[in-house]
């Protein structure tokens, strides 16, 4: 019986063995697919690549505008990839024919679209966390959406001059393309964040200017307007209320959407009660605002580890739902009827 039991295990373990020596090793693992990468300098305006497929990608200005740097404008972007995620653009530098890349909503469409800013502090700019890694939230809720590249601080441009402009621009080639891309034309907002909150505060009260200043005849984009719809500004850089600033506020002036974290954020959570605190003492109708206790500083949509600033995208979400923009098209939005009120003469309850 011993004899037997011994066999048997010899036997096992032969065909154990063997069966090991003969499975085949695992394929090996593919390289990613599709990695973005700038185009090359051609001689000619660099041509920004989309960073997601599907992307529409357009520069905001015509070639040969005085608006961009003549001697620069041909030069190619610089990418950093993420290390980790293969395949998504960390930050991008040495932007001098800034862009828009637009991304559609589906099905669902509600008419709304949402100029994404990313931040950087001027020195570069935050492409993924602040512009791509969004789009499809947005798109879950009928929302077409757009990542505006401007121009940096770093690469020798005014971030409070040039770079508002590429907003203000870049809100006039949405509108002024809304029809073809099933997008309405009074529900075009901006967002931005930490630097990017900067242009879009700025956008908020400066169109009148611009449009102004832009209105000739042979700019094909006279007479569209760059005023916002609505304004998103997210844990901001200074405003131009900053040090005691006091530029006008026009009395259309967009709705505004504001959250900072509090104790963990201090200096930005003050640069954003500013920006309140001045709109909402101009009487300017549905600004919101939120701080929260606990956070930090970036961190895009991010679940922020279950925290209550975790949050801050559906209460955005709950703001736009409330004043209209998350309705159907063509059908007027509770912010256009309280800007269109205040302009008449309402006066806060």
């Not at 505060?201 to 006279?222: E, V």
């Not at 997210?234 to 209320?241: E, K």
């Not at 959407?257 to 954020?265: H, L, P, S, V, Y």
Request: charged content about 15%; some cysteine; overall charge positive.
């Amino acid at each position: 019986m011993t004899r037997r039991l011994a066999f048997t295990a010899f036997f096992i373990a032969t065909m154990l063995g063997s069966a090991s020596a003969q499975q085949a090793a695992l394929p090996p693992v593919p390289a990613p697919q599709a990695m973005p990468q700038p185009a090359k300098a051609t001689g000619k305006p660099y041509q920004p690549q989309a960073l997601l497929p599907g992307g529409i990608v357009m520069p905001l200005w015509p070639e040969g505008s005085p608006y961009l740097n003549a001697k620069r404008v041909k030069e190619a972007e610089v990418y950093t990839l993420d290390p980790l995620t293969k395949g998504r653009v960390e930050r991008i530098v040495n932007i001098h024919n800034p862009s828009i890349e637009v991304h559609f909503a589906g099905a669902n469409n509600t008419g709304a679209a949402i100029i994404l800013v990313p931040g950087g502090g001027h020195r570069t700019l935050v492409v993924g966390l602040e512009g791509t890694d969004p789009v499809p939230f947005f798109y879950n809720y009928g929302v077409t959406t757009i990542v505006l590249r401007n121009r940096l601080r770093a690469d020798g441009y005014d971030a409070k001059v040039d770079a508002v402009r590429d907003l203000q621009q870049a809100v006039r080639l949405v509108r002024a393309n809304a029809a073809a891309w099933k997008i309405d034309p009074k529900k075009i907002g901006v967002m931005g964040f930490s630097a990017g909150a900067e242009l879009t505060m700025a956008a908020a009260i400066q169109y009148d200017a611009f449009d102004k200043a832009n209105s000739a005849a042979s700019d094909p984009l006279a007479g569209i307007t760059s005023r916002p719809d609505f304004v998103g500004s997210i844990y901001p850089g200074p405003s131009l209320f900053t040090k005691g600033g006091t530029p006008p506020i026009p009395r259309n002036a967009p709705p505004s959407f504001i959250i900072c974290a509090g104790w963990g954020d201090k200096v930005h959570a003050v640069w954003a009660d500013e920006y309140f605190a001045a709109m909402l003492g101009a009487d300017i109708p549905n600004v919101e605002m939120h701080i929260y206790a606990i956070g930090k500083h970036g961190a895009g949509l991010s679940w922020r580890d279950g925290t209550a600033m975790g949050t801050w995208p559906a209460r955005f979400t709950d703001w736009m739902r409330d004043l209209g923009f998350l309705q159907k098209p063509g059908v007027e939005t509770q912010a256009a009827k309280d800007v269109a009120a205040f302009v008449a003469g309402a006066k806060p309850q």
